[in-house]
């Protein structure tokens, strides 16, 4: 009669939704051993590992990632702080780090830091703590103080697009990505080259300015014997609308440049349209390039350095889990390379 009654509740659990107590109560273990047994913790005797691998497997017990989280004391959620949450590369990169996540069982939490008010309320109030396994941060050059509040979690933390000493990070090399863009231009024979930049210190956000990409430029001219050429320009406001009107101010001069290399393909796009608008031909007239590979670039024929953002977002996902299943060795900064991407924006100059 024993033996009959524990080949009816084996029945009955393999005929509803197996659950961990299940497993636990078919493999004489807790919870939390099976829990740790199935995801291979070595703190587990390799025997105990089998019987409750066998019981799992008797029952058709599929992990649930809510109660694995529970067991381990995980929230099974990652937290991703963006400086925006429409525009083109944060929706991107997120999507990126997303994909990863998801699919390892982890949620993620998005903090969208939209302006200097919400920034100083989430590292006021660092909404984190006990809420995320982990953190990943996108393009937020950090001052100290942001940068000691997130050390102070003491969880696994990535940046992205931004390094942080001893944090690992995911970025490109923005120097080397303008320094190419503006070679682009000169083996075409441009000598003329501004560039129209929407970095600068903003108290709308509050975030600090990075110089890489104008160091870029200003190194390429440099070494073409340019030095003390350099133009340029401010946009002053991020993205199409600020592309627009910096254009629109450098057509105000006497003189154009031949060439004009735009700090992100926003800022080009917006450049593009002021030109076109003004028939000024492209690349006749005056050459534009950017730096991204928008998705709206091949759209509109523009020349760019491209960035593979999606990817970007999915190498920093593996970091972060690297670093909670304890893989992670010291902190890394993993550079992904750009590529140029040739359109019809640019071409060698022409007579005015």
Known sequence: MEGESEDAARTDRRQRHASILDVAALAGVSPSTVSRSLRGHDSVATATRQRVAEAARELAYTVSPHASGLASGRTLTVGVVVPFVTRWYFANAVAGAHDVLS???FDVLLYHLGDAAARDRFFDRMPLARRVDAVLTLSLPLTEE?????RAL???LVTLGARLDGVSSVR???VAATRNAVHH???QGHEEIAMITAREDDEAFGFLARPDRVDGYRQALAAAGLAGREDVVVAETYGIEGGASAMARLMERPRLPTAVLAEYDEVAIGALRTLRRSSVPVPGRISVIGVDDHEMSSVLDLTTMAQPVREQG???ARLLLDQLEGRAGAPVDVV???RLVVRSSTGPPQPA
């Open 103 to 105: 699919a390892a069982g």
């Open 146 to 150: 942001h940068t000691l509040a997130l």
């Open 154 to 156: 003491d969880m696994p």
């Open 172 to 174: 490109i090399d923005d």
């Open 185 to 187: 231009l000169l083996h």
């Open 314 to 316: 999915a190498i920093a």
């Open 336 to 338: 992904v390379p750009t």
